[in-house]
Every structure is written in C-alpha cells, then in structure tokens.
C-alpha cells in the first residue's frame, strides 16, 4: 500500500496492491487450497472433508504396508535412519516438482521457522522409523495414537496448565492401554526391545508439537502444501546426512542396500510416495479444519493400520491387544468429546432415568387404552 502526500494540494492517495503483486506474508490472502492437482477451494467444507479423509486413509494404508515390508528384509532393520534420509530426499525432491507446478514460488514462512519444524520432523519420522527395528508395529502404531500424554505432561509442568476431568481420563485411559498393549507384546513378542519403547517415546513427543507448530506457520503465513513440505524435509534432509556422516553411519547403510535395489531402494520410493501424497492431504486437513481434527483422522486411520497389520503379515496375537486398544480408543473419544464439549452433550444419569421413566408410563397408557 502507497501513501502520496502533496503539500500544496494537501491529499493522500492510497493504492491497493492487485493480486497479483507481492503482498505481507502476515496478510492472508484468499488463495485456492490445491493438493495434487485437485482444487479443493471449489468444494464445500464437507466435500473438502472427505476428499481429504480418502486421501489420509487410502495413501497412508499403502503406506503402512510398505514401511513394514521395508523392515521386513532380512538385515535392514538397523537401518531405519538411512530410509529416514532416502525418504527426505524423495519428499523434497516431490515437493519441488510440485512447486514449480504452481504459481505462486515465493518462500512465505520464515527459515527459522523452517529449522525448528524440519527438527521436529526428522525427530517425528526418524525416531518412528528406527523403532521398528525394536517393536511390533502394531506396537509403534498405538504409541502413535497417544498424542495426548505428552502435550498434557508439557502444558502442566511447562506452563502450569489445569485440565478438565475429561482431558485426565483420557489421559489415564491412554496410559493404561499403552501399558497394557506393552506388556502383552513383551510377553508374546520375540524382537520386544525396551530401546523400542523410549525410540518412539521421543518421537511421539516431537509429534505432539509439530501439528500445532505447522498449523500456526501455514495460518499465519498462508503457505502452501508444497512449500511446507519443499522446505521442512529439504532441511531435515541436511540435518540427517549431517547425522549419519558424523556417527559413521552412512557407508554401510549404502553398501547393503546397493546390494538390494529393488528392496530397498524400490520400496522406499514407493513408501515415499505414498507419504507424500498422505501428508498433502493431512497438511490440507490442518489448514481448513485444525489440528485437532487432523489428529483424529490420522488416529482413525493408525488404528486400520493396525488391522491391516495383522492380516498381511504373521505375528503373535493375544486378546489384550484388543482390550488394551480399546482402551486406547476410549481416550481419544474423551479427548475429542473434551475439545468440542459445546457442540457435543452426552446425556447425563439423571437424563437417562427420566427418559426410562418416560417410556414406562407410555408403555403403560398405551397398554390401559
């Protein structure tokens, strides 16, 4: 905006910048929300939903399966953070194709914020990665589904936070599902490693603050999919060749998976492609409707994951992983209901009591008449 002021005439002329031009990165514009190729802008909130919910569910499945038969080749489980690396170059290298397919290329969130999300990130997915070397996946899954804990331990010693009862219930429901689920796999489970358990610990807690911290990066600057993803794992890219090379790492990963192409290397792209495409639809999800409902479509969909698991592939099963995932799910439910107790109202007993009261009295008018 240009301000002109003349002495003599004494007026101020005020010019508005076209869409076209480069405006704040503060400002949000009004700027189509497009995610492999589909412009979803066009839709209604509740078409955008569940365009988005298909593509959580549909490419992070595939995903799933491909991350476990990655693990699944004999020698390749102490690798997990050399796929982490493959995986971040895919991603950058998909984001900037991408990018280049849009109109708008300019960098709108600043590099420092870019630095602390692409920690996080390699944190969220090189810790998860290399947990499987260590666990069940079944088992790194409903780690995964408990967001919660971390974020309410941070809020209160943190920021000194007080949560409602609903929030501690879930809480303490997802702790005694993630117990129970632990100690069955212990007990029935061949390759159970307590590293496992403190691996994904540290992922989930970098997982708990990236949604919230992209969220406020994307909202703010009004940045798009592909840049998010372009810049994040470009970064974290750097941060884990950085890793690997300093601890000696890289050299073998790379002499056996050369070994294996297609194993390897053919099954990491494909991994990586369905990431790709998923969280473009999750990034999408956290920009129309939030991260909390982005959490709880994922967590749905991490549960089916679960599923899938043990259907393509052979591992012991106990009953306590169903009673210790409901659980699990049991908290979500709370967390959810927690978050939105405005719009949803659960009867209470006293509702219930004079509702059967109710219905007695007309059963019993219908049957005097």
């Known amino acids: 905006m240009d301000l002109k002021f003349n002495n003599s005439r004494k007026y101020i002329s005020i010019t508005v910048p076209s869409k076209t031009q480069t405006m704040s990165p503060h400002i949000k514009s009004i700027d189509d929300i497009i995610v492999l190729g589909i412009n979803l802008s066009r839709f209604n909130k509740l078409t955008q939903f569940f365009i988005c919910v298909a593509g959580v569910f549909v490419f992070y499945l595939i995903y799933g ?5 990655i693990f699944s080749v004999e020698g390749f489980k102490s690798y997990g953070w050399y796929l982490t690396l493959v995986q971040f170059a895919f991603y950058s290298i998909f984001g900037l194709i991408e990018l280049q397919l849009i109109q708008d290329k300019r960098r709108r969130i600043p590099g420092k914020t870019y630095m602390v999300i692409a920690f996080l990130t390699v944190g969220t997915m090189g810790l998860s990665n290399t947990s499987l070397g260590y666990l069940n996946y079944p088992t790194q899954v409903i780690f995964k589904c408990c967001k919660l804990i971390p974020v309410m331990l941070g809020g209160v010693f943190i920021q000194g936070k007080r949560y409602n009862v609903a929030d501690v219930s879930a809480a303490v429901c997802m702790s005694l599902g993630l117990i129970w689920f632990t100690l069955a796999d212990s007990t029935i489970a061949p390759n159970f490693n307590v590293t496992g358990v403190i691996l994904i610990s540290l992922a989930l807690c970098a997982d708990a603050v990236i949604g919230n911290v992209q969220e406020k990066a994307m909202k703010l600057h009004n940045a798009s999919n592909s840049e998010m993803v ?5 970064i974290g890219f750097v941060y884990i060749l950085l890793g690997l090379t ?4 890289l050299g073998p990963a790379v002499t056996f998976c050369s070994k294996n192409l297609i194993r390897t290397y053919g099954y990491a792209f494909l991994f990586s492609l369905t990431g790709y495409f998923g969280i473009s639809f999750v990034l999408a999800l956290i920009k129309i409707f939030g991260a909390l409902l982005a959490v709880t479509v994922t967590t749905g969909r991490k549960a089916m994951t679960i599923v899938l698991s043990f259907i393509f592939f052979a591992k012991p099963f106990t009953f306590q992983y169903i009673w210790s995932g409901l659980l ?4 979500i439910f709370l967390n959810v209901y927690s978050k939105n107790m405005d719009k949803i109202r659960l009867p209470s007993l006293y509702d219930l009591i004079n509702k059967t009261v109710e219905v007695k009295k007309s059963r019993t008018l219908a049957q005097t008449v």
Request: glycine share 12%.
């Open 65 to 69: 399966y491909l991350q476990e038969l």
């Open 328 to 331: 699990v799910v049991l908290g």
């Open 246 to 249: 300093c601890t000696s790492g």
């Open 230 to 234: 372009l810049y994040s794992y470009s």
